[in-house]
């Protein structure tokens, strides 16, 4: 009897620590009264879960990516360098005086504010070495390459119309004219004769994106027809090489807000980014998801 | 044991089946709680690699943003708690504010209660638009409950002279084009003129506003305005008519080329019949810049008020641009 006693008790022991977990990180000393009215009191508690509820998890992001860009970025001459410049610039720009200036800024010495301005520069490095480190496998899933276009439209269901320009816009590229003298002719649209960068996720018609995908080397395309049937596209590849497209693939990733925040969770799952703090999960679950790591 | 096994075993079995049960129940409830931490007797919040970020390190980097701010709306908040009483007239009065105010933005402008939290939220820094009414409502009962203590110092021959206060009613006969009425207008505006001339006097405004304005929003109480004075939003003509008249006297019909023909009754010049309108309090409060902060800093004061940090105190002071005295 006993035994089943000892059992059950274990059972239900068992079953109340299902309901532990998700814990709020707490201050050591939360219950210090900073401001008090009669009966009335407000704590650094009080004060901290309203700081946080306005941060909505800013400030932790902030310094973990801090945390993260120190670590795998080493500050050089150059930086620093760069740094002073930028101080020195903000100082010559001053009507206070530096101090001051300084505390405006919420720092109390010029070192916080070189430090700050070091993170800053080399934030911006972060990605690009993340580039640098991955840029075979980068050019590998993007594919990227340089090429111009014209676009013929069939007008007035012209279909015959359109094929014999198409033929003698190729003819004319293949004799050495310029492709935006041709495109100036021929094409509906002639900023697309500019030489751009396209990748595999680039918002191009599906036809010319299959061709892109298959070209290896600088070649001119036969016409192609769109998707929707509604004209011809003739295609230039240009710059098919890596060295020759790497400079204006790195500029297209650097905006790519898509390609940023997969940076970012890179970083943030190497370095074992860990919240331990239910409200600040919660916040950043849903205000900055992408720097949530990835699971294994 | 053994001997116990073989005569309970299905007993045993039971039992082995309910453990497993339990475990996995316990699994499931708990794979995807967070990791909890502590260094030090420190709860940490989050780590990058080996190195930690404790709730105190993020209290002060916190501060650095948002302590003084959320301090002072604190400090307020409190001031407000401590010497506002909730009566159930001032708790329909702040719930009314907060329903008009969202089917109003809802009706004209397609934006709801969350697009006002998100103004509450990063306009003022209150935590959504209701807390937000609720506090200017609240406010609005301190500062009328003090200028009401100091009736004196703030309604002087010198303030009714330059604004010219009084209680206001009016009956308005609306007109969609009034240079231009049309014959069944001309008969409802004939026909209210002869009610007010034959039937009605100054003492039964009420019950002529009452029964003939066309004014929605005044008409049910008797064609109640409120207070007005020379600050008053209201058309020239209005206004003019308005200031002009003694308590207990009516104007001629006045014709505004926008709406209509206006009846206007001067019910009160009293004080105590406009001390807790939200009107006056406006007039008092542009006629003296710093007095709201003066009346916080007063009641802060009454609601013995300590701070623990001099720095924090030195902050509020300088928000509310009081010295010690409160001056």
């Known amino acids: 009897m006993k035994k089943i006693k000892l059992l059950v008790i274990t059972l239900i022991t068992v079953l109340l620590l299902a309901g532990c977990g998700n814990k709020v990180a707490k201050l050591s000393n939360g219950s210090d009264v900073l401001i008090q009215f009669g009966d009335t009191k407000i704590t650094r508690s009080d004060l901290y879960y309203s700081m946080l509820e306005s941060d909505a998890g800013n400030t932790v992001i902030s310094l973990a990516s801090n945390m993260i860009v120190n670590l795998e970025i080493e500050t050089t001459d150059e930086m620093l360098a760069e740094a002073q410049e930028q101080i020195e610039t903000y100082k010559a720009s001053l009507t206070d005086d530096w101090q001051t200036a300084l505390e405006k800024l919420g720092f109390e010495t010029e070192e916080q504010l070189l430090e700050q301005i070091l993170t800053s520069i080399k934030s911006e490095r972060l990605v690009s070495k993340y580039i640098d480190d991955n840029l075979d496998a980068l050019i590998e899933e993007y594919a990227p390459l340089l090429a111009k276009m014209i676009f013929i439209k069939y007008e007035n269901n012209d279909i015959a119309g359109a094929k014999q320009k198409a033929a003698e816009a190729i003819n004319d590229i293949k004799n050495g004219e310029d492709f935006k003298t041709v495109a100036e002719k021929y094409s509906v649209s002639v900023p697309m004769a500019n030489e751009t960068l396209y990748t595999r996720y680039s918002s191009v018609d599906y036809n010319v994106l299959q061709f892109l995908l298959a070209v290896m080397e600088p070649t001119l395309s036969e016409p192609i027809e769109n998707q929707n049937s509604s004209g011809i596209y003739i295609v230039q590849v240009t710059k098919t090489n890596v060295e020759q497209v790497k400079e204006s693939f790195i500029a297209s990733l650097n905006g790519n807000q898509d390609f940023i925040a997969k940076v970012n969770n890179y970083y943030f799952t190497k370095h074992s980014f860990t919240i331990y703090d239910i409200k600040t999960f919660e916040y950043i679950t849903t205000n900055y998801p992408s720097y949530l790591p990835t699971k294994d | ?327």
């Open chain 2, 1 to 327: 044991m053994k001997e116990f096994l073989k005569q309970n075993w299905f007993v045993a079995v039971i039992a082995v089946f309910f453990i497993g049960i339990s475990i996995f129940y316990v699994y499931d409830q708990n794979k995807d709680n967070l990791p909890n931490k502590v260094v030090d007797g420190k709860d940490v919040v989050f780590s990058v690699d080996d190195t930690n970020f404790t709730a105190d390190q993020l209290y002060d980097e916190l501060y650095k943003s948002y302590g003084k701010s959320e301090l002072f709306l604190k400090f307020y908040m409190g001031v407000i708690d401590a010497n506002v009483e909730e009566t159930q007239e001032l708790t329909d009065q702040i719930n009314s504010a907060i329903s008009q105010t969202v089917s109003y933005y809802t009706n004209y402008y397609g934006y709801g209660l969350e697009y006002l939290n998100q103004l509450a939220r990063y306009y003022y820094g209150y935590p959504d638009f209701p807390t937000y009414v609720e506090y200017q409502i609240k406010a609005e009962t301190l500062y009328s409950k003090y200028i009401g203590e100091h009736a004196q110092d703030y309604v002087t021959e010198e303030f009714i002279a330059k604004h010219n206060p009084r209680v206001i009613s009016y009956c308005l006969i609306k007109l969609d084009d009034p240079s231009n009425p049309t014959a069944e207008e001309t008969d409802r505006l004939n026909a209210a003129q002869k009610a007010w001339s034959e039937e009605y006097s100054a003492e039964t405004f009420a019950d002529f506003a009452k029964k003939y304005s066309e004014d929605a929003s005044t008409a049910g109480s008797g064609g109640k305005l409120g207070y007005v004075d020379d600050n008053s939003r209201l058309v020239d003509a209005f206004l003019k008519a308005a200031l002009s008249l003694e308590a207990g006297q009516v104007s001629e019909w006045i014709f505004d080329e926008n709406y209509g023909y206006f009846l206007i009754k001067c019910d009160s010049k009293n004080y105590e019949d406009y001390a807790t309108d939200a009107n006056f309090l406006s007039t008092v409060l542009s006629d003296n810049a710093n007095l709201a902060n003066e009346i916080v800093w007063t009641y802060a004061q009454n609601a013995n008020i300590t701070f623990t940090d001099e720095a924090v105190r030195d902050y509020i002071m300088q928000q509310l641009n009081v010295d010690k005295d409160g001056e």
